[in-house]
């Protein structure tokens, strides 16, 4: 007999007791066990994949409170997050790294023991009086080479239930695993909670990383990017068990897009947070595989990805029913939907930018909201919050890609880097090469903070691939393993750079409408196939007007101004010399291991621009061009 599992059987009921025993894995046993030990929780109750303990967890989140069933439609329940946890926290999360080691000065991260002692003393005794819930999951399909296993416990019913709907169930691989599987674990308590269910203690918010021993440790926090660990935590531990292993764990979403002749062509898309990656996915008439966290591998030579997930926990900001038809549609359907932070009125949710008027007052994420009301330091509170959520399953999605589940994944054809870049980058352009993809358009995408995470919005910043904020190795190690992973190729997917935020110079309003990156896709597309000829600018391919002007009609019913092309694709040559710079001093700055091709190929880029100015000026109409 397992001296763990004895240890903690005076917690668990006979069946929960069966399902724990029915796992070999000796680690397994020891996680909870020690979880046990540390948090204290009354009971254990062992989440196994049958429908049964799934429906409880849903009961329970709304039992506990922690979720309220106050909605008109069947299956939708509202969660509130406290004011000062509706993001991402950058400040609160940090690797865990030993003495002497350095990961990268663009890194947060804190002396491993140190770290240890600090959360492990925010941890003791944190579920007494509730139950530990043990959850496991599969990340990516289940029984792929694609897979990774992850265990959870936590004692909050709301993040066991978005696990439900996000990820793939682990419980039987876990039962049938080699007893020596590695998996990762995730360790997480909401703390102490006021009658609202939101921690009382947000000061003593923690999520430590600590590779060493591939665990997570969340506490004091209920938001999902922070508690439900298999998103954006394990996601780290994932990036650097890749780099062992030569594959790519990236933020990125996959979609088929569909061609002429009825051809699916699969592309990812690697955007911060809040740049339009989940409604790209979701574009109508092409089809949804992933929308956040996808894991590459070079199978046969060529790039075979899976979506980690299998829900999506996405922005409801701006989901009306002209830009996101089909998910707009969903949220006003039945079905399992936890809506987050949103304004809750007799029985219906309401968002910021939802197409229709919102109420007055009703419920928010400060309690009883009134228009007016204040939080403490006088700011206004706004009806819901900007970075409020709704979490639903893939398969929920009219669209949702019939491959999600395919052990294989799908081969990947394009990779597209965008970010919120207001000044430079041209809206849609294609790279060079692969290397040249990776340096100028991934490692340098620049974009602006948003509400996804706590702090100051609209600061410019570097964001590598848009993986700055998870990254857990140095940074120019990632960059030489994406460019080593393309060089093995025998068919590298074609890299492409977007833009949906270039403004207009002169009045500082936006030159694309959201609706216009589906016209980007297509264009992609048809340049993956070789169907469409393009320009040759100094920061990459350009489209021609005419191949534009055709897919603006086919696509979207629009007619297309080459006015407005002309001022889209025009190459701003002091805005890209100054994000050159930028770049530069970033990687100078920061990052000691940068390899020398970032400044080799940011050299030619200058080069280039220089060059051209010479012929023709500042700003470059991409009549210029040739093809
Ligand atoms: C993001 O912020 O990139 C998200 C949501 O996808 S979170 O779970 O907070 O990471
Ligand atoms: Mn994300």
Redo the contacts with the bound molecule.
Sequence with gaps: MNGYLEAVRPKLSQPDYEKLSAITNPIVLEFVAKASDLCNPEKIFICSDSAEDIAHVGRQAIAAGEEKAILNLPGHTVHFDGLYDQ??DRQATKYLVPRGVHLSKALNQIDRQEGLAEVKALLRDSMRGRTMIVRFISLGPQDSVFTILGLQCTDSWYVAHSEDILFRPGYEVFRRAEPNREFLRVLHSAGNLNENMVSVEPEKKRIYIDHMDNTIYSANTQY??NS?GF??LAFRLAIRKAHYEGWLAE?MMLMGVHGPGNRKTYFAGAFP?ACGKTSTAMLPGETILGD?IAYLRNIDSVVRAVNVEAGI?GIIQDINPTDDPLIFQVLNSPGEIIFSNVLVKDGKPYWLGMGSELPKEGLNFSGKWHEKKKDDNGEEIPPAHKNARYTVALKAVENCDPELNNPQGIELSGIMYGGRDTKAYVPVQQSFSWEHGIIAYGASLETETTF?TIGEEGIPEINMMSIQDFISIPLGQNIRNNIEFGKKLKKAPIIFGVNYFLKDKSNGKFLNTPRDKHVWIKWMELRVHDEVEALMSPTGFLPKYDDLRLLFKQVLGKDYAKEDYIKQFTIRVPENLGKIERVQRFYQENVTDTPLELFGILYLQRKRLLKARQSFGDYISPENFEG
Excluded: P
Aim: proline share 0%.
């Design positions: 993001g991402r999902a990017g439900v998103k954006k933020h947070s956040d926990f996804a």
